[in-house]
């Protein structure tokens, strides 16, 4: 099957940028999401990339997609405490409406 | 809309007894998601349906799980036996289909199998 594949741990200083790193196995994935779980709470979206895209910027999110490597990153810039948290990848292979989860990275930030 | 409601929040049952969790998707999504979340497998898919119909189950663990969707608002997961090693939580999500959308979850049944 397909493989996620996510950093377990981050550990940033409050006002620092967080990057959190994904790679992915499908070069004809469709859709690439990142969401945020917080302590006994379900997982939300945060935001998207369609994969004709390179960037997506949001806010203090950004989002870069390298298809040639299929590396995905989340940029968080001024990274406060409330951001501490889970993070997930997620792919959509190509034909599928399944989505494929990373193990999750969790952003620790201190002060 | 209330988001994806997922019954009960917590639940603590013996071993061997009958679980039942429960879903409510968001009203006019037509795809429903069963996973489970532990410590040492991440976010595991259990069972996909669309349009009430299950396309794929291959993630169900055994013959003891067990997943409904009588009607477009309402899902099941049943456990029968229940065993220790089921102890995890379990989130429902749904969507509309439109992949830009991606998926709402909902909060989630930890449940714990003593």
């Known amino acids: 099957g397909e493989d996620v594949e996510q950093s377990l741990f981050l550990s940033v200083r409050e006002g620092d940028s967080s990057v959190i790193n994904c790679t992915y196995t499908?070069?004809?994935?469709?859709?690439l999401y990142w969401y945020k779980q917080e302590p006994g709470a379900g997982l939300q979206l945060l935001t998207y990339?369609?994969?004709?895209?390179d960037m997506k910027q949001d806010q203090r999110l950004t989002v870069l997609l390298n298809k040639k490597d299929k590396h995905l990153s989340l940029r968080i810039a001024d990274t406060q405490t409330g951001d501490s948290a889970i993070y997930f990848c997620a792919e959509i292979p190509g034909g599928s409406y399944i989505p494929t989860f990373g193990r999750g990275t969790s952003l620790i930030v201190h002060p | 809309d209330a988001g994806v409601i997922q019954s009960p929040r917590h639940e603590v049952t013996e071993m061997g007894q009958e679980v039942t969790l429960r879903c409510k998707p968001i009203s006019g999504h037509n795809s429903l998601f069963w996973y489970r979340q532990t410590m040492m497998r991440g976010l595991e898919l259990l069972i996909y349906f669309n349009n009430n119909v299950p396309i794929d189950d291959s993630g169900m663990p055994e013959d003891r799980f067990s997943a409904k969707m009588p009607n477009a608002s309402f899902s099941t997961l049943k456990i029968q036996p229940s065993e220790p090693r089921d102890s995890a939580v379990y989130f429902c999500?749904?969507?509309?289909?439109?992949?830009?959308?991606?998926?709402?979850f909902g909060s989630g049944t930890r449940l714990t199998v003593v």
């Open positions: 990339i369609f994969s004709n895209m």
């Open positions: 999500a749904s969507s509309s289909g439109t992949l830009r959308d991606g998926y709402t």
């Open positions: 499908d070069s004809s994935s469709t859709y």
